[in-house]
């Protein structure tokens, strides 16, 4: 089992939709962090909260908005997304950002927009 | 374009004898380098990792060896087992730096 565990772990959604991705970790870590991917394709880099403070944003389109309540929680806000948006949306988490500490992945959100 | 490179994107290996799965990088500033494991359906699972002071760590049946000079890493598995078979990614980063930087996967595939 994941200990980092993420929120619905499929979903659908229509270009006009508002939907939320979760990711939670109970691990102590500092830093969060969002990634996307593609089939057949490495996870890209979308977001990364370094002690509940968004560090980097990887020009990343404004239809998707990350929230960090906590030091155990991230969100990912999703709103008027494009077909080309469908991808795997895996969060991680590591002790802190900055060091070289691995990265601990969920299970992704396997997201399809219609 | 690609930091991180895993040329071939298919390995098959009879169980019980050894697994070797290659990675090369490009960028020097590069000093920390991980090895996921992914089965469908689920997230990367961090397996080993090595700093740039080293060129060698073991951890059980894996082992990662790091040629700084050639920008080449590896990843060994000996014995291959069943429950090996995966997709496995190289992955780097620098100092001070939050991104990871990922390879595009080696499918291996253990022959029982």
């Known amino acids: 089992d994941t200990e980092v565990t993420q929120t619905p772990k499929h979903l659908v959604m229509g270009m006009t939709n508002k939907k939320s991705l979760k990711c939670e970790q109970h691990?102590?870590?500092?830093?969060m962090y969002w990634y996307k991917q593609k089939a057949k394709k490495p996870p890209e880099l979308m977001f990364v909260?370094?002690?509940?403070?968004?560090?980097i944003n990887e020009s990343v389109p404004s239809r998707f908005s990350p929230e960090c309540p906590n030091s155990s929680l991230l969100n990912l806000h999703l709103h008027a997304l494009q077909p080309e948006d469908s991808a795997l949306y895996l969060c991680?988490?590591?002790?802190?950002?900055?060091?070289?500490?691995?990265?601990?992945f969920g299970n992704g959100t396997r997201l399809t927009v219609t | 374009d690609q930091q991180v490179k895993q040329n071939s994107p298919s390995l098959s290996v009879q169980e019980g004898r050894i697994s070797i799965l290659n990675c090369d990088y490009t960028?020097?500033?590069?000093?920390?380098f991980l090895w996921y494991k992914k089965y469908p359906a689920e997230g990367p699972t961090f397996l080993i990792s090595?700093?740039?002071?080293?060129d060698k760590n073991e951890d059980g049946r894996f082992t990662v060896f790091l040629n700084k000079s050639a920008k080449h890493l590896s990843l060994h598995i000996v014995p291959s087992q069943p429950g090996d078979s995966a997709v496995y990614f190289c992955?780097?980063?620098?100092?001070?730096?939050?991104?990871?930087?990922f390879g595009t996967g080696t499918r291996l595939t253990v022959i029982p």
């Open positions: 960028n020097s500033m590069f000093d920390y």
């Open positions: 991680a988490s590591s002790r802190s950002s900055g060091l070289n500490s691995p990265l601990h």
């Open positions: 090595i700093s740039s002071i080293k």
């Open positions: 691990m102590g870590h500092r830093a």
């Open positions: 909260y370094s002690y509940e403070k968004l560090s």
């Open positions: 992955a780097a980063s620098g100092t001070g730096a939050n991104n990871l930087f």
